[in-house]
């Protein structure tokens, strides 16, 4: 894949710890940046997954029979402390 420079300003504190964690991991500064990238894009793509499975939950089933075999359901399901 094409590879496009972008430039970004960082200051000096934050340069030296990527570029000890590059140096640890046998990698360089921007193959870590990248990395990072895409554990942003990750993160981000798994937070609106999370947002759509709670709003799911949220919605109430317009069938009173699902309602009450979901209530047996739990119920059921609940510790007896």
């Known amino acids: ?3 496009r420079q972008v430039l970004v300003q960082l200051d000096d504190e934050l340069v ?3 570029d000890r964690i590059a140096l640890e991991h046998g990698t360089n500064r921007s193959e870590l940046l990248r990395q990072g990238a895409l554990a942003v894009i ?3 793509s798994s937070r609106l997954a999370d947002d759509v499975l ?4 949220r ?7 699902i309602v009450d ?4 359901l739990a119920a059921d399901t609940m510790p007896a402390w």
Request: glycine share 0%.
């Open 59 to 65: 919605m109430t089933p317009q069938d009173p029979a």
């Open 1 to 3: 894949m094409p590879r």
């Open 69 to 72: 075999a979901a209530r047996r």
């Open 54 to 57: 709670r709003a799911s939950y």
């Open 42 to 44: 990750s993160a981000e």
């Open 16 to 18: 030296s710890q990527l």
